[in-house]
């Protein structure tokens, strides 16, 4: 008889990351695609599933569940997408019209939710019953874990922590607001206020890259870390999180995110100590872990899932 | 045999309110009292609810439990009030402490997270699962309730939605920052705003009764509920409620309060419906309440409690 294992599918705007992932946690096949942006995305992601679960197969093991997590404002007790700019879906019944065509049993989430998890079950926040996760990519938003669950809100939408007003009456957002979180602290945000001033394009982790030459570049990624250390200070002062781990592309600035945070986050808040502040121990893999772990919960291997531990980014 | 009922203790800065409250729901005393501000708190409360178990005994009814509910920073698992500022009590093991010298079973819990209770069982939020409810008096708090369960943050402290920095570099809070949301929108701060404008001491309340005449009031008050709306947003991106619910003493501004919130709201969020916002049914007496509700669930009886009804402040 095969041993167990569980499909991890995180569908993002640019890629889709895969993960096949023993009942023990062991990572033991893993592949990013590009993302595939058809008319109808059921089928591909279908096929996707069917490939993964023969790989598995091929390894010796039988997939017992696969988890597909994806952005966007998600109702999680039908599992429909309700809507997912960056992958232009709208009303997807993405858990129902995948069951319909997969022999395994699907589970489906949102990505920084599913993140959360992963960070709490295998990362940065171990253990700990109330976690902001905080994603800093091309945009930002938050998984909100509180007493242990993960809070999904009335309508599926908690955690868009990225249109927070840290600047009222600040630089336009796409979004049509003004000063929004991720005018200024966003991957999209940092690289468009450096090419705003200097003319030049360049990405936000090669704005990080310029700190130590460049004032143009220091300025704009002082303003970054400071708005996201007051939205830092009024997530705290809500919600009160034991930590807080940063997570998402800008997390790679490593040091020079997380420094300027802390101690603006500290700054902000008088008559309580800050939470401390993480880097995520499973840098892009955090959703895609997340989704394998929603898998291996909802097929009832939860003793399984308690022995996972912190499973290295191959 | 004497029928069961319940005493609810709300024990604030200024007055503490009683409740005795039967089985199903009706309210047979209530009183307010200045509180006792002793050097040692615990006698006079457990001499107040044995008083008021005398109370309930004269109109036969057997006092099932006490639920005593106080703000500051509380250790939920262990019944410690750890720091209430307004009160001057710092460590109070009051749970335990009462126990000691009570015959009937004590709960201990905040004061606004029990007016959230209250209103998610009885009042505005009747039977939603997420709810945040802002009480706006001297000071400002919130309760949230996430999933059906009340979120209380790692260390006791969720909720101090009070000293979010909704105004960055703005004017100076007693609290040592700049621009906290109850510069602008607290009970003290609309005052101190308008007697710093006009040299005339007037109260919040009123300052809500000088807006058709007073243009330095409309001007404080237009500053007051804009800077709620923001902090409204954030907490609607962050926690995605289903209602938000507004009590506390400045609820009596009613729809002064409420249409400007709704309206700043709803401008604040673009690619979401704002969630509705109410007004408290219960007022000044929603902590209170929840005291007597989380005593009634104490004491195991669910089945009573489920029967309660909306509960007209006498």
Redesign the interface.
Same mark, same amino acid.
């Given at each position: 008889m095969s041993a167990p294992a569980v499909v991890g599918l995180d569908v993002g705007g640019t890629t889709t990351k895969a993960l096949v992932v023993a009942a023990d946690g062991t990572v033991v096949h893993q592949e990013n695609r590009a993302t595939a942006h058809a008319a109808d995305p059921v089928p591909g992601l279908a096929a996707e599933l069917d490939r993964l679960t023969a790989v598995a197969a091929a390894q010796g093991l039988a997939v017992v569940g696969a988890g597909v997590v994806t952005p966007g404002?998600i109702d999680e007790a039908t599992g429909t997408v309700r809507y997912a700019s960056n992958l232009g879906w709208r009303d997807v019944p993405l858990r129902a019209a995948l069951q319909d065509r997969s022999a395994v049993p699907v589970t489906t989430g949102h990505d920084v939710r599913a993140a959360g998890l992963a960070e709490q079950l295998l990362g940065a926040a171990r253990g700990?019953?109330?976690v902001l996760l905080v994603t800093i990519g091309t945009g930002i938003a938050?998984a909100?874990v509180?007493?242990g669950?993960a809070?999904?809100?009335?309508?599926?939408? %908690?955690?868009?922590?990225?249109?927070?007003?840290?600047? $009222?009456g600040g630089e336009v957002c796409p979004?049509?607001?003004r000063g929004c979180l991720e005018v200024y602290a966003s991957g999209a945000g940092v690289a468009r206020r450096y090419e705003t001033r200097t003319g030049r394009a360049r990405s936000a982790a090669g704005v990080v890259g310029g700190l130590d030459t460049d004032p143009v570049a220091r300025e704009v990624w002082a303003d970054a870390t400071s708005a996201l250390a007051? %939205?830092l200070?009024?997530?705290t002062?809500?919600?009160? $999180?034991?930590?807080v781990v940063l997570g998402g592309g800008l997390a790679a600035a490593a040091a020079d995110l997380l420094e300027p945070v802390q101690a603006g986050l500290s700054a902000?808040l008088?008559?309580?100590e800050p939470?401390p502040v993480a880097l995520t121990r499973l840098g892009s893999l955090a959703g895609c872990l997340g989704a394998a772990a929603m898998a291996m919960a909802s097929a009832g291997r939860d003793v399984e899932l308690a022995g996972w531990t912190a499973v290295p980014a191959r």
């Open positions: 404002l700990v019953d109330d938050a909100l509180g007493g669950r809070l999904t809100g009335g309508t599926g939408a %908690a955690g868009e922590i990225g249109h927070a007003p840290v600047r $009222p979004c049509g607001q007051d %939205a200070v009024t997530a002062l809500l919600l009160d $999180p034991s930590v902000g008088t008559w309580r939470p």
